[in-house]
């Protein structure tokens, strides 16, 4: 997975101008933030699959979600050791605000190797930095910062190409490889190219709320999704999902006018919160058409819209392979087809793990 730096920004600066009731209903009906700025304490970062138990334990001053096992519920445990830098490139930070990723739901259902035991979980934060280690020049103590999922090391030939998922040094750590943020403290490696500032105006307001969701999901399904995708003003889009990642895709395509979208999904309570979200400006001359995968053919529904044509663009969001066939039936001849992240068994779930793209026609 790879993180545009300017695609980012572009994100962060469209939150910061949107309507405050709108970004703060969304919010909680999201229901994604978990506010830690009352704890005093978190995680310790670990560079291998392995725990370095002494240095996890010990009537530490640290809280945080532990991994137990698969198929086991997590803990939340306290008096855990204090994170330490471990490489002259890292910072310590506390964190303030953390999310649940729909990957750190994933790890709790699947075996992901990576993941061990007692394992600190959380990929997605905003934290204030509390020491820096002495290869660090572009953060200082007291700084507030959004941490990115993906840790980057900013020199390597991956970095350099922007595909800072495939960093030789970096990659998916937090609560992957390494401890992760869902704490009151972690070591985020490669601090300088792994953070960003967030701007002293908004501290301790609602829109700092919103700007953890730029850790991860809203970049990711931008760039993966429509980007990827050849996102274009006045395209018509099909949303297959309505979690998480689909209402990121359905958010990040109001940055291109869409002429309509399509939303494919099965939990009532997500359809209500796109219903909210399609009455927000970005929407207000765009068609949207939420459908029920409960009471609808949603196949038959998009192709008789469209005329039996299709849409532009499909962003597949469920990771299924049913979600994968619902995105062949219904996009158009020469359209496009993304997948955000492929699950379990999927056919496909190696293009998402090594950043391949797949093409397909007959000669």
């Not at 044509?309 to 219904?330: A, K, M, N």
């Amino acid at each position: 997975m790879s993180f545009l730096l300017f695609q980012r920004d572009i994100i962060i600066l469209w939150i910061l101008k949107k309507n405050r009731e709108t970004t703060t209903n969304l919010m909680d009906k999201m229901g994604s933030i978990g506010d830690l700025s009352r704890h005093e304490g978190g995680a310790n970062a670990v560079d291998d699959d392995a725990i370095d138990v002494d240095n996890w334990l010990g009537n530490g001053p640290c809280s945080s979600v532990v991994y137990q096992g698969k198929g086991k519920d997590v803990l939340f445990q306290s008096e855990l050791a204090m994170p330490k830098i471990r490489e002259p490139t890292d910072v310590i930070i506390k964190v303030l605000k953390t999310t649940i990723s729909p990957d750190d739901i994933d790890s709790l259902k699947r075996n992901t190797k990576a993941i061990v035991k007692k394992r600190r979980l959380g990929q997605e934060c905003i934290g204030e930095i509390t020491e820096v280690g002495n290869e660090v020049s572009k953060r200082k103590i007291g700084q507030r910062v959004l941490v990115s999922s993906i840790t980057s090391c900013g020199h390597c030939v991956s970095c350099k190409s922007r595909l800072y998922g495939d960093c030789q040094g970096g990659g998916w750590l937090l609560g992957h490889r390494i401890d992760g943020v869902q704490g009151t403290h972690a070591r985020v490696p490669h601090g300088d190219y792994s953070t960003f500032l967030i701007p002293s105006h908004v501290w301790d307001t609602e829109l700092e709320d919103d700007l953890v969701l730029c850790s991860d999901i809203l970049p990711a399904v931008l760039e993966m999704g429509l980007v990827d995708g050849g996102i274009k003003y006045d395209m018509s889009i099909a949303i297959v999902g309505a979690g998480i990642k689909g209402m990121a895709a359905f958010i990040c395509a109001g940055l291109y006018a869409p002429r309509e979208v399509y939303i494919l999904g099965v939990e009532d309570n997500q359809l209500e919160a796109f219903k909210f979200i399609a009455n927000g400006p970005e929407f207000e001359s765009t068609r949207v058409y939420i459908l029920s995968q409960k009471v609808d053919d949603t196949v038959d529904a998009v192709l008789e819209q469209t005329n039996d044509e299709g849409v532009d663009l499909v962003i597949e969001t469920t990771g299924t392979p049913v979600g994968w066939y619902h995105g062949q039936d219904i996009v158009k001849e020469q359209g496009q087809v993304t997948m955000v992240g492929g699950q379990g068994r999927h056919p496909l779930k190696k293009t998402c793990l090594e950043n391949f793209t797949l093409t397909a026609g007959v000669g």
